[in-house]
């Protein structure tokens, strides 16, 4: 916090975090757009991490948690790492699944529920068809992977 530029970032980034969570790369690159440069937009992170104010680990685990929830496969959830510039590989991302008891077959059982819940809450769809409707959805996913 040397000079008052410096301090002025390490503001920014205060205010930034207390209205949302964002990652390292996402909070520089804020900064950034503010007219900081990145050495200091950099120095201003380093600050609030030294004070326990910003931690990018609660980060990753907080997105990878909401992205299960939403029923993405593994290799979605990566792919969504990689764009958003989060170091994660595949064992991190499996203990996080294991640990929240979580397979691919119940993700794609919740996301095949989801979908069939209209036909379920509908009273002028026979059982047969419920059953016709259910097989074309499972199909549909088994072919996707």
């Known amino acids: 916090m040397g000079s008052k530029q410096s301090l002025t970032a390490y503001e920014s980034a205060l205010r930034l ?13 804020k900064l950034i757009s503010k007219k900081f440069n990145k050495q200091e937009a950099g120095e201003a992170v380093d600050q609030l991490e030294k004070l326990g104010l910003f931690n990018e680990r609660i980060y990753i685990e907080m997105r990878l948690k909401a992205w299960i929830n939403r029923g993405y496969s593994i ?3 990566l792919f969504r790492c990689k764009v958003e510039h989060l170091k994660v ?3 991190q991302l499996q203990a996080l699944l294991t640990e929240l008891k979580v397979t691919e077959q119940n993700q794609v059982e919740k996301l095949v529920d989801k979908k069939l819940r209209y036909v379920y809450l509908s009273s002028s769809v026979s059982q047969e068809e419920k059953r016709a409707v259910k097989q074309k959805v499972y199909r549909y996913v088994l072919s996707k992977g």
Do not use: A, G, H, T
């Not at 975090?17 to 690159?29: E, G, H, I, T």
């Open 89 to 91: 590989d595949l064992s």
């Open 17 to 29: 975090l207390n209205q949302r969570d964002y990652s390292r790369f996402k909070l520089v690159q």
């Open 75 to 77: 290799s979605n959830i």
